[in-house]
């Protein structure tokens, strides 16, 4: 089946460390997204990238870094630089204007 | 810069009756796409629904259809003879056809659909 793995589901942070987000998506989709979402708001874009081995921040993209080495990969490091990083993140990829963002299940994320 | 407001933080509606869901936008981009996403309590994003700026009608799939008011910069989502499985949060958001490409979100509104 094609789509969108987000992995893990769920994910507990300590103070001071780094965390990776895994995403990978076998849609052959161009573009991809990472999104985090607070409880009771929509969702604010953190970095995306159209193509491979290029990457734009979003409106929230302090604390946070991503890479795009492959197409179908796009990993999101939460830093400890990131101060409040308990959310639910959210990938997404796109391929070809005029088409909607598929999303991913989710990474619930919290801090230990 | 593009704006979404949802002015229905959540809503109660019986089950099998029409539901209408409200959503405005603000942009300057002369050429936009409008988006309804669904999300379940278990957290997936479902795309329901396309609207691009330039379409002649409004768009509709399904149970699902677009009232889509360009002059009034409004896109509202209507659902038809809802079910108890339509109880979920819903977003409004849009996107320029062109340059960045970001699609903006609004903040939501919950429908709980009541039997």
């Known amino acids: 089946d094609g789509g969108i793995t987000q992995s893990p589901k769920y994910l507990f942070r300590k103070e001071g460390q780094n965390v990776t987000l895994s995403c990978e998506q076998n849609?052959?989709?161009?573009?991809m997204y990472w999104y985090r979402q607070d409880p009771g708001q929509g969702l604010r874009l953190i970095y995306y990238s159209q193509i491979v081995n290029d990457f734009q921040k979003g409106d929230i993209a302090e604390g946070y870094s991503v890479s795009r080495e492959k197409k179908e990969s796009f990993p999101l490091t939460v830093t400890s630089a990131q101060k409040n990083p308990t959310a639910f993140y959210l990938c997404?990829?796109?391929?070809?204007?005029?088409?909607?963002?598929?999303f991913g299940d989710g990474t619930r994320l919290s801090i230990l | 810069a593009q704006k979404i407001t949802q002015t229905q933080p959540g809503m109660f509606v019986q089950e099998k009756e029409a539901v209408t869901l409200d959503c405005t936008y603000d942009t300057s981009d002369p050429s936009y796409g409008l988006f309804w996403y669904k999300q379940p309590s278990s957290g997936e994003m479902i795309f329901l629904i396309y609207q691009g700026s330039y379409d002649q009608q409004n768009a509709t799939e399904g149970r699902y259809s677009l009232n889509f008011q360009k002059a009034r910069k409004s896109a509202n989502l209507v659902i038809s003879a809802s079910q108890l499985g339509d109880s979920a949060m819903y977003f409004c958001?849009?996107?320029?056809?062109?340059?960045?490409?970001?699609?903006?979100f609004g903040t939501g509104t919950r429908l709980t659909i009541i039997p």
């Open positions: 958001a849009m996107r320029p056809n062109f340059g960045n490409e970001k699609l903006t």
């Open positions: 849609l052959n989709h161009d573009a």
């Open positions: 997404a990829s796109r391929q070809g204007s005029f088409q909607p963002q598929h």
